[in-house]
């Protein structure tokens, strides 16, 4: 027993730990945008001066005392728009985010493990996923069944989460060949154990990676989907909606489509910071091994 | 690996790159099929009565079934796809129920328009992001090279529809007004023709692909440059530019082909977007028309097309990828 904690402490590496990526300035910038993003959409409701959905004036009004982003083409008021259009957005674009990364995941590791027809299997099948665009399969189906926001959650995961399984299984085959994965299989650890204590923690930091850029990319597809139509439905206020409402009235009343445009810029930017940041921090590591 | 001769190992190279690819191309039938099901069966799915819709409230039981029948509608499904695959493989894609025109001429106009967009977008695309991505790595780490890295950043996170209307408000609404803020073209014309309704439609696409594009030729380049051989060509004495467009930019070429068939697959797949903002007459914009007005012939032969250039341009950039992958395999082994 003393022996095989010995040889285990020899040779399992380090997991890159989640305070080097925290170490990354990009990775902490991201988190911290992220945080401060969605406590504005949770109190923002609450900071609205007027009702979003009722018209407080003449459409495309200019900033003033009353209004301080003017109004929108129905005459709403845009700043109480922008403060709660991102109700939607912040538990939809997260959860598909999550949900995506945890499945592809969960895939990845258990098609890289058992290898040989299951992973050939599970792989074909993804890549069948991977070859219809995700836009275009949730225009069809959101027009099949309306936009209904769990539908458009679980499109987003059908869209994003075969590309998380390529990568992590990529980040997770050379894993295989590593003592410490081969010593817990010579003592008979079950393959379950092993995905989770020595395959998973290894893989961190391409799931941190991934995790951010799904982020911003759910941002991305859910945004563009209420901006041609296909996602949140008016009158409710959402940050796309508002861009497509308004983007005819750029000229008389800019603020009506940039202020949303603004908010869906941090809120991407949020995510890929903390991709970037992670990626560094592999690249770094690798450099030195 | 141990290669016997020269020549063999040519063909086991070939071979290699050629068997896998092989393999792809069925399973992308198979796949190309079950994508032309599920199109099939979700158009039918479509809430709403076809009949009902063409004639309007006005329409007896009679003429309704009268127009069934002469539509197919009251033909078993299985039957109803087999003859509408038959039908697009003879090119007999159908009529729209909208407003009686050929499927097929729609969709001819439709692709002219959106495979110009994407090709204009690809070829300023290329040269540019190589610049770009030399020019970064040159000034590595200095301001250029992070002001670069942050731009491709966002330029990458967000999305489309937003780079396109910055876009508008800086040169067609708010700020200039120098070019025009939706794409109009009239059906049957060229778009060569009205070159500034293509401007704001193709940089919208361009930012993005070449922020892509040239963060991979600035590591390629900065990969290269770090090599032995240029090491010794510089100590040689060798002029810089001359080190750049002999050896450096060569290599950098190749990481980005199979990446540039990846863009240009992204572009084609997020076409609906950007058509639908600028209101550009392509693919996309008529299959958004479509879905609307419930045309499921158009919306069918839509998808499809979409799909299949997708699914092709993805091939394309995996078998260039795997050529790469068995060219510096095999340079190794003989290294």
């Known amino acids: ?289 | 690996m141990s290669v016997d001769s020269p020549n063999d190992s040519a063909v086991i190279g070939v071979l290699a790159w050629a068997w896998p690819l092989l393999g792809r191309l069925m399973q992308g039938v198979l796949t190309l099929l079950a994508v032309s099901l599920l199109i099939f069966l979700a158009a039918r799915a479509l809430p709403g009565d076809v009949a009902n819709m063409i004639l309007g409230q006005s329409a007896t039981q009679d003429q309704l079934a009268a127009l069934r029948t002469q539509l197919g509608l009251d033909q078993p499904l299985w039957w109803q796809y087999l003859t509408w695959l038959g039908g697009i493989l003879h090119g007999d894609w159908g009529v729209s129920l909208a407003n009686g025109q050929p499927v097929a001429e729609i969709l001819t106009l439709g692709v002219r328009n959106s495979a110009t967009l994407s090709g204009v977008a690809l070829a300023v695309m290329l040269p540019l992001s190589l610049l770009v991505g030399v020019i970064a790595a040159q000034f590595r780490d200095g301001f250029v090279d992070r002001l670069f890295l942050g731009m491709s950043m966002v330029a990458n996170a967000v999305p489309d529809f937003v780079t396109g209307t910055v876009l508008v408000a800086l040169f067609a609404t708010t700020v200039l007004h120098v070019l025009p803020a939706v794409s109009f073209i009239p059906p049957g014309d060229s778009p060569f023709s009205y070159p500034d309704a293509l401007v704001l439609p193709a940089i919208t696409v361009i930012i993005p692909g070449v922020m892509y594009l040239a963060r991979l030729v600035r590591v390629a380049v900065i990969d290269v440059m770090a090599t032995e051989y240029i090491q010794t060509a510089i100590l040689k004495g060798m002029s810089p530019s001359r080190i750049l467009f002999r050896h450096a930019l060569p290599n950098a070429v190749a990481p980005i082909i199979p990446a540039a068939s990846l863009v240009a697959a992204f572009t084609v797949g997020g076409v609906v977007v950007v058509e639908y903002l600028f209101a550009y007459p392509g693919i996309g914009s008529a299959l958004v028309d479509a879905v609307t007005n419930r045309d499921l012939p158009v919306i069918q032969a839509n998808v499809l097309v979409i799909a299949s250039a997708y699914f092709i341009l993805n091939l394309i950039a995996d078998a260039l990828a795997q050529r790469d992958d068995a060219s510096t395999q095999q340079g190794r082994s003989q290294a």
């Open chain 1, 1 to 289: 027993m003393e022996l095989t904690v010995v040889l285990r402490r020899r040779f399992r590496p380090r997991p890159v730990g989640w305070w080097r990526l925290w170490a990354s300035v990009q990775v902490r910038w991201g988190v911290v945008l992220l945080v401060a993003m969605t406590a504005l959409i949770a109190i923002g409701p609450l900071l609205a001066p007027y009702d979003p959905a009722a018209p407080v004036g003449r459409p495309y009004v200019s900033p003033s005392a009353d209004a301080w982003l003017g109004t929108d083409n129905l005459g709403r008021d845009v700043l109480s728009r922008v403060l709660c259009g991102g109700v939607y957005l912040a538990w939809m674009a997260p959860i598909s985010a999550l949900l995506s990364v945890t499945i592809g995941t969960a895939i990845a590791l258990v098609a890289a493990y058992r290898g040989g027809w299951v992973d050939l299997a599970l792989m074909r099948s993804l890549d069948v996923l991977l070859a219809f665009p995700g836009v275009l399969l949730t225009l069809l189906c959101v027009s099949v069944f309306g936009p209904q926001p769990l539908l458009l959650v679980g499109l987003i995961v059908l869209t994003l989460m075969p590309g998380v399984a390529r990568v992590i299984r990529g980040a997770a085959l050379p894993l295989l060949n590593r003592e410490y994965v081969l010593w817990a299989k010579a003592v008979g650890t079950p393959g379950l154990v092993i995905i989770l204590r020595e395959l998973l923690p290894n893989v961190s930091s391409p799931l941190l990676v991934e995790l951010g850029l799904r982020l911003s990319w759910s941002v991305g597809i859910l945004s563009s989907m209420s901006f041609i139509g296909y996602g949140i439905q008016p009158p409710a206020a959402d940050w796309g909606l508002m861009v497509s409402e308004n983007g005819s009235g750029l000229g008389a009343q800019p603020f009506a489509a940039l202020a949303p445009i603004v908010m869906i810029v941090f809120y991407t930017i949020g995510g890929s910071l903390i991709a970037e940041g992670a990626a560094r921090v592999i690249a770094r590591t690798e450099g030195k091994a």
